[in-house]
């Protein structure tokens, strides 16, 4: 098994917001597939409107969620990551 990266941003009308993920995967269609799977689901919404890989619109475009990305990386480069990113 592999380990992917997830990052994409959140965007609700007011505030940006960024997250990061670790999915593991065996390659990187399971990783998309599974990226897709969880980011379809971010919030409860029965219709929200998927055009993967550029969005998810929830709620009518009120919340909106792009810049997804997929990278492969490492569980030691990972915490890193969000070690540095959110370290003051």
Known sequence: MKYFK???TEINGEQEYTYNYL????DEQEADCAAQKFLSGWYDDDEAEVTWPDNV???CG???VN????EETTVEQFTQDLIQRYTV
């Open 6 to 8: 997830l990052t994409f």
């Open 67 to 70: 810049d997804i990305s997929i």
């Open 62 to 64: 009120c919340i909106i």
């Open 23 to 26: 999915l593991k995967a065996k």
């Open 57 to 59: 619109e929830f709620f």
